[in-house]
């Protein structure tokens, strides 16, 4: 991203068929949540906003896509209660929040808790679908913490994870 601009659109293109799999397989709707950059809690929409990746997915969808100016709160909340079938929604930055990884101060001066974060994000799904490896690794909100009863990888945690066992069964 550069001047509020997508320069590569490879993680969008990367996402469309894992999208379109849940949709044509019975999920009502897809709710998207990812985090860009680090802004350290603070909303810099110039540089960190998902709103141009949002209008990039939209295209390579071909469908409409929902995009939410935040995370959290009760319009996130309206949007995913009961969204119409084959809904997309994206919602901001997560990182816009210092909740999201427990790190940091709020506005009170007080170390930022993640656990609401968690909790409120584990209200908008009944299951999860992490896109890759790292991801699942990473101890951000979207996964770690995140009770949802049914949890999942994507099509690129399983290619690297058909690579990662070649290495192990074949190394070179």
């Not at 990039?56 to 909340?77: I, Q, T, Y």
């Not at 929604?89 to 210092?98: A, C, E, P, Y």
């Not at 609401?116 to 951000?140: D, I, V």
Request: aromatic fraction near 6%; hydrophobic fraction near 35%.
């Amino acid at each position: 991203m550069k001047n509020n601009q997508v320069t590569n659109n490879q993680s969008i293109k990367a996402a469309v068929p894992r999208i379109k799999f849940c949709l044509d397989n019975g999920v009502k709707s897809v709710v998207l949540m990812s985090h860009l950059g680090w802004p350290d809690g603070v909303p810099k929409h110039d540089k960190y906003s998902l709103e141009p990746a949002a209008v990039g997915l939209k295209s390579a969808l071909g469908r409409d896509l929902l995009f939410s100016k935040d995370c959290v709160g009760p319009e996130v909340e309206k949007a995913c209660a009961k969204p119409a079938a084959g809904s997309v929604i994206r919602l901001q930055n997560l990182r816009f929040h210092v909740e999201e990884e427990g790190k940091g101060k709020d506005a009170s001066g007080d170390k930022a808790k993640a656990e609401p974060a968690k909790a409120f994000r584990a209200s908008l799904s009944k299951s999860l679908c992490e896109r890759c490896f790292l991801h699942h690794t990473q101890a951000h909100s979207p996964t770690a913490g995140v009770s949802l009863p049914q949890k999942a990888g994507g099509f690129l945690m399983k290619k690297e994870l058909n690579y990662f066992s070649k290495a192990l069964e074949s190394p070179e």
